[in-house]
């Protein structure tokens, strides 16, 4: 066999693979209306699971698959409906992201506890890897029945789809389920049946691709996001289209591995390839109407006042100085850790919170800063440096922001994550190295002994109130208005002369600087960075952490950042008591559920902090917000509130 057969055999069942995944997600998006984040982690987990039946328990082959995709997947699918997209229902799009991408994060901490990631584990191909030549070319048993299960997916779904009622009624549902109630159909019953479906597809897939690629819990995750660009090829409902897309990345893939130089930045591309594809499809192709209806949930917290910002923020800063004198060097770069974090989920407050994008990236511009600092800075810790990774992650946000303006919802969550992934994999690890670091210097301040673990833990927690006080007050201003006016709804916003794209631009930039503020902050803590810091899912968990804080309010920020930090200080004390193996990724499984229970409040804990402060301030103090507040529409339409400017110039006076 030549070594292109062998490459393009390679591509083909890989692309398989992909497809299957592919599949899954058409299936839950056409029947939901729900783009499925965790899919990915389904898949890895139903691989173990396979495992664990299979070489562990030592369970034939064919029962322990039949165990995983016939019971135990389609289980599970009907759990995640029950509990956790059911509430969901109508729910605004980076809501539904935020959930999803919750239950990605629970599903890797509780399989890295189960199944420790010191241990080395394979997981055999389906008839150890036997085959038969046609021809040339070896073909393994694995790899027919790899191919025969796309097919035989592929014809059942098409045949599903269009020629039985059930397949009717699936594509029925996420239009009007109402309706379908009307006709006779059982809409809730549909539901769980496409999730049942959709997690056995997933199941399939890890099944499939763990054999081929390697048994490990981080990687098989991220490599089932390839099939996430061959969904989005076809457009989320068109499966030849998605199986065509998979095939094609495949195989370039594996091309890519085999031709290109087996040594520098080139050799980043074979890893990247779906990233490139997802975030060109995304730019390039004409955007369909997102299957999101709109909704009613409940309003945003208040907008806290100019005095009541100053006068919290004086109170923060005195109290740190207070708990400061207490604390020792460690715990002191925990806090100037934790402010440092908070900066970065207040970047998120204004662009995800107001604004209304939804980004995945956040960790790309913070690595960014650091990398600014670090050569700006130089070893006297420049303030220069400051300015620099300010300035380099904003224009970089900037560019970023460029191509995707016209972007909403999923289709910028997945943009904004593919360039997550192409910094992490072709960046980071390019400019700090792969186990490599640099160092980065804490800034000098004319005065202040920054050196000193206190003195920065104080210029941390000034330089997070002072962000606060500015984007509380940017908020109250008429840009933050128009910026609110303009996630409600951008057509409306348009028609009455707001520069849509503008406002969007400018308002990615400031977050993408702030970001990078965080950056050389988080850097200067230990004094040194590498490219683990940045992982693209590193961002996910940043999201994760402002939503289940309050993406809303910087009091959520803190909370959020404070929530992480504090786990962070307490993990070495319970690793203490040989809890090590199942404590080590237990801020995973706990941030994944905390932002899976944000479905049932958006707000976040800063969101009940500020209605629990309001029960106690006098009736007539600010205006009553309505009872419920429409989100955007996703094509567009225009909200059933709009400006709500009254109700903003009435806080904005207080």
Not at 54 to 65: A, D, E, I, T, Y
Not at 402 to 411: A, D, H, I, V
Not at 617 to 629: G, L
Request: proline share 4%; net charge positive; hydrophobic share 55%.
């Amino acid at each position: 066999m030549t070594a292109f057969e062998g490459f393009l055999i390679t591509g083909l069942v890989t692309g398989c693979i992909y497809a299957l995944i592919a599949m899954g997600l058409v299936v839950t998006y056409t029947t939901t209306g729900i783009f499925n984040f965790s899919h990915g982690a389904i898949a890895m987990f139903s691989a173990y699971t396979f495992w664990e039946l299979w070489q562990n328990w030592h369970l034939n082959v064919v029962l322990s698959m039949f165990l995983v995709l016939v019971v135990l997947a389609p289980l599970f699918g009907l759990f995640i409906e029950m509990a956790l997209m059911r509430p969901l229902r109508g729910a605004p799009v980076d809501l539904t992201v935020v959930v999803t991408l919750g239950l990605l994060l629970a599903l890797v901490g509780i399989a890295n506890s189960v199944w420790s990631p010191t241990v080395s584990r394979v997981l055999p191909q389906l008839d150890n890897g036997n085959g038969f030549r046609v021809g040339q070319v070896l073909v393994s048993y694995h790899e027919l029945i790899t191919v025969l299960a796309l097919i035989v997916a592929g014809v059942g779904l098409r045949l599903l789809f269009t020629q039985s009622r059930l397949g009717i009624a699936m594509r029925a549902v996420v239009d009007n389920p109402d309706l379908l109630a009307m006709a006779g159909g059982r809409p809730v019953r549909v539901q769980q049946l496409s999730w049942m479906l959709s997690t056995s597809l997933a199941a399939l897939g890890g099944m499939l691709l763990a054999p081929i690629q390697e048994l490990n819990i981080l990687n098989l995750t991220l490599l089932v996001v390839d099939g996430y660009a061959a969904a989005i090829i076809g457009r989320l409902r068109n499966l030849p289209a998605a199986v065509g897309g998979a095939i094609v990345i495949a195989v370039g893939q594996s091309m890519a591995l085999g031709y290109l130089p087996s040594s520098g930045f080139l050799t980043r591309v074979q890893a990247i390839i779906p990233m490139i594809v997802l975030f060109i499809v995304l730019i390039v192709l004409p955007q369909d109407r997102l299957r999101t209806a709109s909704f009613a949930a409940a309003v945003a917290p208040r907008v806290a006042s100019l005095k009541s910002s100053i006068g919290v923020g004086i109170a923060v800063v005195i109290g740190s100085f207070i708990v400061s004198t207490q604390l020792g060097s460690a715990n002191l770069k925990w806090g100037a850790d934790g402010f440092a974090t908070a900066l970065e989920l207040l970047s998120l407050v204004l662009l995800t919170g107001y604004g209304g994008m939804v980004s995945l990236c956040t960790l790309s511009f913070v690595g960014l800063g650091a990398f600014a600092m670090s050569h700006a800075g130089g070893t006297s810790g420049n303030p220069i440096g400051l300015i620099a990774a300010v300035g380099l992650a904003g224009a970089v946000g900037a560019l970023v922001a460029l191509p995707t303006l016209r972007l909403r919802g999923l289709y910028l969550a997945l943009a904004t994550f593919s360039f997550a992934t192409v910094m992490d994999l072709a960046v980071f690890t390019q400019i700090l190295g792969t186990g490599g670091n640099i160092a980065v210097a804490r800034v000098h301040i004319p005065g202040v002994p920054t050196k000193s673990d206190q003195a920065f833990f104080m210029v941390c927690c000034v330089t997070f109130v002072l962000c606060a006080i500015g984007v509380l007050a940017l908020r109250r201003g008429s840009f933050g208005r128009r910026l609110v006016a303009t996630n409600d709804s951008p057509a409306a916003c348009a028609t009455l002369g707001v520069n849509v794209n503008v406002t969007k631009l400018i308002t990615f930039t400031l977050a993408a600087g702030m970001a990078g503020l965080a950056g050389a902050l988080l850097g200067a803590v230990p004094g040194q960075v590498d490219a683990n810091d940045f992982a693209a899912l590193g961002s996910l968990v940043v999201l994760l952490l402002a939503r289940v804080g309050g993406i809303n309010t910087a009091t959520g920020a803190l909370l959020g950042a404070a929530t992480f930090t504090g786990f962070q200080i307490a993990q070495p004390h319970l690793a203490a008591h040989d809890l090590t193996r199942h404590i080590a990724q237990l801020q995973y499984t706990l941030t994944g559920l905390a932002a899976i229970s944000v479905g049932r409040d958006p707000n976040g804990f800063g969101g009940r902090i500020v209605r629990l402060l309001d029960r106690f301030k006098p009736a007539e103090s600010f205006q009553t917000a309505p009872a419920v507040r429409a989100a955007p529409a996703e094509d567009g339409t225009v909200g059933s509130v709009f400006f709500q400017e009254e109700e903003e110039l009435a806080h904005a006076g207080r």
